[in-house]
């Protein structure tokens, strides 16, 4: 069977310290995400994005609510799944492993799964490499390469585990603007080519229309949905639509959406957008 | 152009001009501290010139009993800094790993730790059967408490990122420790063996001379209990190239442990 991939998040709500400080980060949060949709996150620091992502990654728990995965619930108020490969998070300012080569690292989830023989692995890994259009960097380590550069041996890392959804938490985050684009496309390549469901937070508007099926707009902590905008491009796109017309209508309109939500954060203290 | 290109090969030939410069210091140094002797230069003229050293050291070096010396403390340190590896880099691990086992083990470590290694030498002499094991216990406390909280500072500072992308790939416990927990303490691990390999040669050097009959810092007193000058710049010099040695293999290790680390 192949992976199908599809979210369902339902009245998801989260306290944190709760008999403590109290403090509710996600408030009664639901959507749906389809399998093998381009789903983007924004909103302000703090929404209580990352920390629907770690519910979903199995990382956090949740104080009310329920979230499934192809129907099976994997992180409710009694029971949060183990982390597993079917779910591949990449991290804010990227997790390679700093002692294990390219190749290795790529190589590691089939590893430790178990599914395959470690050299299996690595040339599994090795041809993914160059399908991607990374082969000739499979020896050297992570501190070898540049961000963009280790950004995408990252995807290939978690592409390879053929996870049903990717979870990806602001992985482009810190970069300039010219290898964020660079990044974002390789992004694009990679997910035409899958079609996994994919979970993106994101504080970079521009980014999220420019990669997303759909954008939902987060609304200041206790974070809900206040908006969702769907993004009609076809695919496969490249920069050039970020010119067009339609695009900064649409870019209007998502920044007017988190506007409203980043003075409220402002005025209430929280921090700034990043 | 080819002139260019030549002083950038001299400047990356590495290995010779690093032992060219360091020729020309040592060499210099010893010139300096000769004249020094022969005119009787304050503090210096009392110290044995390097020409006196060499002849006595011709004397010396042919009697096997020199190298025994030599050998015994290397085998002293060898064993006791190899034993704090063993028992140093787990306890460190599993206080890392293990709350309980942390707030257990802490207080009496950093009760010990600030007691220097030669203040063991009187209860270890009473405790341990023969002198030999008393000089190795000494030089394993003397490591073992870096190792420790080498050890425990790096696994304790593991990138809970790392953890979790782990996790996330499937990872069972076993591998989060031997394909993450190990690898990320690694440096941590050569650091501690670094400082520890330092403080065993001063210890063994000091036991010795309190409680030994052999070994390089034995023989460095006795020469002085016997008058003998030069040999005890003759126990020095050998001292300071043994710990130089041993610091040697010891960066070697990391070089091929932390393989990751070396370029930059």
Known sequence: MTPAGAINIHNVSKVYDPGGANVLAVDNCSMDIAPGEFCVIVGPSGCGKTTLLNAIAGFHEITGGEIRLDGRPICTREFTAEPGADRIVVFQNGALFPWSTVLNNVAYGPVVQGAASRPEAKQKAQSLLSELGLSGIGGRYPNELSSGMRRRVEIARALINEPKVLLLDEPFRAMDALTKGVAQEFLLQAYDRVRKTVFFITHDLEEAIFLADRVLVMTTRPGRIKQTLHVDFGRPRNFKMRASKQYLALKTQVFEAVREEAVSAFEAGERELA | ?264
């Not at chain 2, 190795?136 to 953890?163: E, M, Q, S």
């Open chain 2, 1 to 264: 152009m080819a002139a260019a290109a030549s002083v950038i090969q001299k400047r990356n030939g590495g290995f010779a001009p690093t032992l060219r410069r360091g020729t020309v210091s040592i060499v210099g140094i010893l010139i300096l501290w000769e004249i020094g002797r022969r005119f009787q230069f304050p503090f210096l003229s009392a110290v044995p010139a390097p020409t006196e050293v060499v002849r006595s050291l011709d004397k010396i070096i042919t009697n096997g009993k020199f190298w025994n010396d030599w050998i015994a403390s290397f085998t002293r340190v060898l064993s006791g800094f190899a034993l704090a590896q063993l028992i140093g880099v787990p306890v460190g691990l599993l206080m890392a790993m293990n709350r309980t086992l942390r707030y257990l083990w802490f207080p009496p470590l950093e009760i010990l730790r600030p007691i220097p290694p030669l203040a063991w030498v009187p209860t270890s002499i009473i405790f341990w059967p023969t002198t030999e094991l008393s000089i190795i216990f000494v030089i394993f406390l003397g490591a073992f408490f870096t190792v420790v909280l080498n050890v425990l500072g790096g696994a304790r500072a593991i990138d809970k990122r790392h953890i979790r992308a782990a996790l996330s790939f499937g990872s069972k416990p076993r591998d989060i420790f031997w394909k993450i927990v190990l690898p990320a303490t690694m440096p941590s691990i050569i650091t501690g063996m670094a400082v520890g390999m330092g403080v065993t040669w001063e210890v063994v050097v000091a036991a010795e001379m309190i409680a030994g009959k052999s070994g390089l810092g034995y023989f460095t007193w006795a020469s002085y209990v016997g008058g003998n000058y030069p040999q005890i710049i003759i126990g020095m010099v050998s001292i300071g190239i043994a710990g130089y040695f041993s610091s040697g293999a010891i960066r070697l290790i990391g070089k091929f442990a932390t393989p990751w680390q070396r370029q930059i």
